[in-house]
């Protein structure tokens, strides 16, 4: 599969659910309104270049999959537009802390106006999706979401803590992912049983599949990030040259000889990194195959989540596993 198959079948889901989107979105920019002119002046640029919208497509797909009145609710529909505001929020400080420049195709808030704009208008679509926790009516959802924004900034934290980390394990990255990245699509997919409260394995089980697939989106990224081209988006060596340790790193250093560790240890730990260093250290991947090790590392989610996709056995759970397949296989 390529990245047009992602495309395509992200294409698909969202004609699944193109009514509820096209509300979310709706709400989205009702929600963007303010009598302080430069709020929809920048809220209205971030969201100019929409994106996939993964987090609050993949919510409403769920409530599609488990609900046979999905086209009389309404408390989706809001609660999707929350995720999405929290995973802008998060976009918003995640480009302070990293000095983005790019945001989805354009220059980034930060980069254009400053990091203090951008800082506020993270915190200010925080409170947006607050506002719209309380729409849905519905205490229990209200306490995950808010919990889920609490484990998002731990994952912050806890990536920053590990920053140049050279001696990080694929445990602790995993642990960070899955708080940094996993644990919003967790959200994503549960919040739609809670709403309705379906029994609790029912919750779990869509809890499961949302951390799953967010752990298989974040390790693509990041073999993206050395293996991508042009036609994924991705710029080759941007984690690289952050010194950013990911899964690639992680298994090359197990695999590498002792002289050659030592070597890409120096260069993780150095101020700054260079094209000959980033030369040195895709020789190394392509080495030792360690592209083909870390697909299959996400294959072993991918595998877990198509068990629990097989108990609902419907058209919405069918796109979902094609969704985590086309997404592990993109980059080939």
């Known amino acids: 599969m390529s990245e047009i198959t992602f495309n395509k079948i992200i294409q698909s889901i969202h004609k699944e659910i193109q009514g509820k989107l096209k509300k979310t979105n709706n709400i989205i920019d009702h929600y963007l309104i303010s009598d302080i002119p430069i709020i929809p002046k920048l809220g209205q640029y971030f969201f100019k270049q929409r994106g996939k919208q993964l987090r609050p497509v993949l919510c409403l797909l769920s409530s599609k999959m488990i609900n046979k009145d999905y086209s009389q609710l309404k408390t989706d ?56 926790m309380t729409k849905a009516n519905s205490l229990k959802a209200m306490e995950h979401l808010s919990e889920v924004s609490s484990k998002i900034s731990e994952g912050e934290f806890l990536q920053l803590s590990n920053e140049k980390n050279i001696n990080l394990k694929s445990s602790d990255y995993i642990e960070i992912i899955s708080l940094k990245t996993a644990e919003l699509f967790g959200a994503a997919f549960k919040i739609p049983a809670i709403l309705e409260d379906k029994k609790s394995q029912i919750v779990n089980n869509l809890y499961k599949l949302g951390i799953n697939f967010g752990i298989i989106f974040q390790i693509t ?102 969704l985590m397949v086309s997404s592990i296989e993109r980059q080939n």
């Open 77 to 132: 529909i809001y609660m999707s537009a929350a995720i999405e505001f929290i995973h802008a929020a998060t976009l918003l400080h995640d480009d302070v802390v990293d000095k983005g420049i790019i945001r989805r195709g354009q220059k980034s808030i930060n980069e254009i106006w400053d990091n203090k704009f951008s800082i506020l208008l993270g915190d200010f679509m925080f409170s947006k999706s607050f506002q719209l």
């Open 221 to 322: 990224d990041d073999i993206l990030d050395y293996f991508g081209d042009i036609q994924t988006g991705k710029e080759i060596g941007k984690d690289f040259m952050e010194g950013k340790i990911t899964l690639p790193i992680i298994i090359l250093l197990e695999k590498v000889s002792k002289n050659n560790r030592l070597k890409l240890k120096r260069i993780f730990m150095k101020k700054t990194r260079n094209q000959k260093d980033l030369n040195f250290t895709m020789s190394q991947l392509e080495s030792f195959g360690i592209k083909e090790y870390c697909i299959e590392y996400a294959r072993k989610f991918q595998k877990k989540s198509e068990i629990i996709l097989n108990g609902f056995n419907n058209k919405q759970s069918k796109l979902l596993k094609e």
